[in-house]
């Protein structure tokens, strides 16, 4: 007897659902599979480490550098183009200026690399000064880390992001970064200004004001 259309239609679903299904079940059989999965691994791996040996790579750094001065550059223009700011009331990001004593301190602080980049292997010597507890405290401008753009004020790209997931500015960028993330992946900035002075072979006292464990 003859398929009424409709049988055939359900037929022709029936056999699609089936084939479908094998397609799925290779296709998780293939996910599985120990020689596959390695195969994938090895692939990532592969990919992962072309992109750290282009990022390491003289060329990258340079160009890099040379980007950073191009843009300090461009700011630098800008700011003379401006016209001079009006006296502010307040001390604003500025705070009160540091001390001779302070200001020693400091000058040591700026010549360490990246303190956080450092933690992960990485060596990155352009720094700016990252105030841990402000600038108006006492002894606020011995409170300071050196950090690089994308530890202390920059969210990196995506990719950078996913390769380096220690990059989070500890100046928050929208949901990414801020104290907590960022010590989540670097250590509490107190853990890392005792590194600091430890570093420099800076007398610990200054610190010893703070809830932290000062190692012996
Ligand atoms: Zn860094
Ligand atoms: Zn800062």
Redesign the pocket.
Do not use: E, G
């Given at each position: 007897m003859a398929l009424t259309i409709a049988q055939r239609q359900e037929r022709q679903r029936v056999k699609q659902k089936e084939a479908m299904q094998r397609a799925r079940d290779k296709q998780i059989a293939k996910m599985k599979d120990p020689a596959e999965k390695a195969k994938r691994l090895a692939k990532a791996k592969k990919k992962q480490d072309q992109r750290i040996a282009k990022i390491c790579s003289p060329e990258y750094q340079e160009q890099q550098r040379k980007k950073a001065l191009e843009r300090a550059e461009r700011a630098k223009a800008k700011q003379a183009a401006k016209p001079p700011a009006k006296r502010k009331a307040t001390k604003g990001l500025k705070g009160r200026t540091a001390l001779a004593e302070e200001q020693r301190v400091m000058d040591k602080i700026g010549t360490l690399p990246?303190?956080?980049?450092?933690l992960h292997g990485?060596d990155?010597p352009i720094?700016s000064l990252h105030h841990v507890f402000g600038r108006t405290r006492i002894d606020a401008h011995k409170f300071v880390l050196p950090?690089?753009c994308?530890?202390?004020d920059t969210l990196p790209e995506k990719e950078q992001r996913e390769q380096y997931p220690?990059?989070l500015p500890v100046h928050a960028k929208g949901k990414y970064g801020g104290k907590k993330q960022f010590s989540e992946h670097n250590g509490t900035e107190l853990e890392l200004l005792v590194k600091v002075y430890e570093m420099l072979g800076l007398s610990l006292e200054p610190l010893s004001q703070f809830d932290i464990i000062i190692p012996n």
């Open positions: 990246c303190i956080a980049c450092l990485r990155n720094v950090l690089c994308w530890h202390h220690d990059l």
